[in-house]
T-cell receptor, first 110, second 116 residues
Framework: QKEVEQDPGPLSVPEGAIVSLNCTYSNSAFQYFMWYRQYSRKGPELLMYTYSSGNKEDGRFTAQVDKSSKYISLFIRDSQPSDSATYLCAMTGGNEKLTFGTGTRLTIIP | GAVVSQHPSRVICKSGTSVKIECRSLDFQATTMFWYRQFPKQSLMLMATSNEGSKATYEQGVEKDKFLINHASLTLSTLTVTSAHPEDSSFYIC????????????FGNGTRLTVT
């Protein structure tokens, strides 16, 4: 079993819809959780960074962490075609190395 | 925000030659940088951790003599792919933390290496 599981998609939704992206993990030592967006042929761009359980909101993006269920989510409201990208979850327990999900390919259909 | 610059963005080289990739932290100092490799439609695979002023730490299965890492200053790390072969063709990405501990990684824009 992988330490971090992420549905690779592809996921296609119409413009304006709410998008839900999820990762599950098995290592209870993970404390810090990140979401990255990666456009084709580019490096990952940090979207959200959260510590422990709870919610964090930044514009159209909301990150949720449920440590009891070992489950994290990224919600995108009012999705735009420019949100079309691969979204990677990442997490660490504090040893500096990140463990990444496989990434979800998202397409927003105009 | 923290900016990591990577150069070149794309390189094509002949089999047997060496290629150097540079990674710079533009607005912060990074004692540690990380080098990743990414195959098409796959996630990032950590190759090595680059430590300023000391030897890099390589992940299991990564050949340290093939992928030479030098971290000579607090803002520059280099990855040299030596005696490149077509199977080394990949997308290489560096990253760094603007602050220590568990602050998030910031990534460069990657280097697409094609070995012919």
């Amino acid at each position: 079993q992988k330490e971090v599981e992420q549905d690779p998609g592809p996921l296609s939704v119409p413009e304006g819809a709410i998008v839900s992206l999820n990762c599950t993990y098995s290592n209870s030592a993970f404390q810090y959780f990140m979401w990255y967006r990666q456009y084709s042929r580019k490096g990952p761009e940090l979207l959200m960074y959260t510590y422990s359980s709870g919610n964090k909101e930044d514009g159209r993006f909301t990150a949720q962490v449920d440590k009891s269920s070992k489950y994290i989510s990224l919600f995108i409201r009012d999705s735009q075609p420019s949100d079309s990208a691969t979204y990677l979850c990442a997490m660490t327990g504090g040893n500096e190395k990140l463990t990444f999900g496989t990434g979800t390919r998202l397409t927003i259909i105009p | 925000g923290a900016v990591v610059s990577q150069h070149p963005s794309r390189v094509i080289c002949k089999s047997g030659t060496s290629v150097k990739i540079e990674c710079r932290s533009l607005d912060f100092q990074a004692t540690t940088m990380f080098w990743y490799r990414q195959f098409p439609k796959q996630s990032l695979m950590l190759m090595a951790t680059s430590n300023e002023g000391s030897k890099a730490t390589y992940e299991q299965g990564v050949e340290k003599d093939k992928f030479l890492i030098n971290h000579a200053s607090l803002t520059l790390s280099t990855l040299t792919v030596t005696s490149a072969h077509p199977e080394d063709s990949s997308f290489y990405i560096c990253s760094a933390r603007a602050q220590g501990g568990n602050s998030p990684l910031h990534f460069g824009n990657g280097t697409r290496l094609t070995v012919t």
